[in-house]
């Protein structure tokens, strides 16, 4: 099976009931180490909503973005993955505190797709722009949107300042957790995802905004049905040098 990640965005949907901190907490010191310990995961990394940012970003809505490392994305089927829930069942205090509380985005990618910076290492990324998109389904509006990134978006995004690597993925699965209730949402999730990081002391903004004005970027943008675009900060990361044997 391909490699890919299990992509996490979350968001408190009660916040008379949960404070950040108390999320963040529970997430970073729990719950990402209890995915880790398996053997389908050997990294993640956590993210958070810049400060500045577009009015309708998607990390405004969903302000924490969890991306886990999955050298085999088939791992999603196994018995270690599916049973994970039961066997270990959230406590009644933790349902109360923390998933009645929350909506948890989770989604599976198979990647399609690796761009990087000859000189620079994604352990110096300090940004990442996370871009989900549903083209059109027809067969022609797929193909040209896979050939915009190809041999234009990606290459431009190369040359920008910062630049570290751009990775694009296609959906498997997509599921939600709102409020303790579980969903599929497949048919609802863009079906593509692309995930540029940056280094740097900002985002390069005003290169990133060119980037989408081109002719063929106009085209292609002006027919995509749903776009979810999200600009966070790196933030706590869970190395494969660290936690790559944990599972094993």
Same mark, same amino acid.
């Given at each position: 099976m391909p490699q890919g990640i299990l992509w996490v965005s979350s968001r408190i949907v009660r916040p008379e009931n949960l404070a950040p901190e108390t999320l963040i907490e529970w997430y970073e010191n729990t719950h990402i180490q209890e995915v880790l310990a398996l053997p389908g995961a050997p990294s993640a990394a956590r993210y958070e909503a810049l400060k500045t940012q577009p009015e309708k970003a998607y990390s405004k809505e969903a302000p924490w973005l969890t991306l886990y490392d999955m050298p085999d994305i088939g791992f %999603?089927?196994?018995d270690d993955f599916t049973g994970i829930a039961d066997r270990n069942p959230p406590s009644p205090q933790l349902m109360d505190s923390i998933y009645k509380n929350t909506h948890f985005e989770m989604r599976f990618y198979e990647q399609i797709q690796v761009v990087e910076s000859? +000189? !620079?290492?994604?352990?110096? !990324?300090?940004? /990442?722009?996370?871009?989900?998109?549903?083209?059109?389904?027809?067969?022609?509006?797929?193909a040209d949107f896979d050939k915009w990134y190809r041999e234009?978006?990606?290459? /431009? /995004?190369?040359?920008?300042?910062?630049?570290? %690597?751009?990775?694009?993925?296609?959906?498997?699965?997509? +599921?939600?957790?709102?409020?303790?209730?579980?969903?599929?949402?497949?048919?609802?999730?863009?079906?593509?995802?692309? /995930?540029?990081?940056?280094?740097?002391?900002?985002?390069?903004?005003e290169e990133l905004a060119k980037s989408r004005e081109t002719v063929w970027a106009k085209g292609v943008l002006g027919s995509v049905e749903r776009v979810e675009m999200g600009y966070y900060a790196a933030g706590r990361v869970y190395p494969e040098s660290e936690w790559g044997n944990v599972g094993k």
């Amino acid at each position: 099976m391909p490699q890919g990640i299990l992509w996490v965005s979350s968001r408190i949907v009660r916040p008379e009931n949960l404070a950040p901190e108390t999320l963040i907490e529970w997430y970073e010191n729990t719950h990402i180490q209890e995915v880790l310990a398996l053997p389908g995961a050997p990294s993640a990394a956590r993210y958070e909503a810049l400060k500045t940012q577009p009015e309708k970003a998607y990390s405004k809505e969903a302000p924490w973005l969890t991306l886990y490392d999955m050298p085999d994305i088939g791992f %999603r089927n196994s018995d270690d993955f599916t049973g994970i829930a039961d066997r270990n069942p959230p406590s009644p205090q933790l349902m109360d505190s923390i998933y009645k509380n929350t909506h948890f985005e989770m989604r599976f990618y198979e990647q399609i797709q690796v761009v990087e910076s000859p +000189t !620079a290492s994604s352990d110096s !990324a300090k940004f /990442l722009v996370s871009a989900a998109m549903h083209p059109a389904s027809d067969p022609a509006s797929l193909a040209d949107f896979d050939k915009w990134y190809r041999e234009e978006h990606l290459p /431009l /995004l190369s040359r920008l300042p910062g630049f570290v %690597r751009s990775r694009r993925f296609e959906i498997a699965s997509a +599921t939600v957790l709102n409020q303790a209730q579980f969903g599929d949402v497949l048919e609802k999730a863009p079906r593509y995802l692309a /995930l540029h990081e940056f280094s740097g002391k900002e985002l390069p903004w005003e290169e990133l905004a060119k980037s989408r004005e081109t002719v063929w970027a106009k085209g292609v943008l002006g027919s995509v049905e749903r776009v979810e675009m999200g600009y966070y900060a790196a933030g706590r990361v869970y190395p494969e040098s660290e936690w790559g044997n944990v599972g094993k």
